[in-house]
């Protein structure tokens, strides 16, 4: 299993930027995926999840309105739209592969993740 970023950059707030992750090694299509991001010195906060089950998408209530994911399955590729960035944005963000949902904690569980590509927003 392999999970490839990029897209990552820097740029001024209200900005967008388009992140992608690669797939490969499993069947793509099969798997929920997720956004996470980790700003310096902070742990790892979800972002987003695209879903198999019926195509749904879910978002943190901090970037809902402002990220839409999306994924191509026909090119094993998971998409981050970002639009008005801020500078609250700044992270590492990664791409994740979906293995079920941990109840008492309330939060996805994960078996692989990407090394992650640097957004940075900043005037």
């Known amino acids: 299993v392999q999970l490839v970023e990029s897209g990552g950059g820097m740029v001024q707030p209200g900005g967008s930027l388009r992140l992608s992750c690669a797939a490969s090694?499993?069947?793509?299509?099969?798997?929920?995926m997720s956004w996470v991001r980790q700003a310096p010195g902070k742990g790892p906060e979800w972002v987003s999840t695209?879903?198999?089950?019926?195509?749904?998408?879910y978002y943190a209530d901090s970037v809902k309105g402002r990220f839409t994911v999306s994924r191509d399955n026909a090119k094993n590729t998971l998409y981050l739209q970002m639009n008005s960035l801020k500078p609250e944005d700044t992270a590492l963000y990664y791409c994740?592969?979906?293995?079920?949902?941990?109840?008492?904690?309330?939060?996805?569980?994960?078996?692989?993740r990407g090394q992650g590509t640097q957004v940075t927003v900043s005037s």
């Open positions: 994740a592969r979906v293995i079920g949902w941990v109840v008492t904690s309330q939060k996805y569980e994960y078996d692989y």
């Open positions: 090694g499993f069947t793509f299509s099969s798997y929920d």
């Open positions: 695209f879903s198999t089950a019926g195509g749904s998408t």
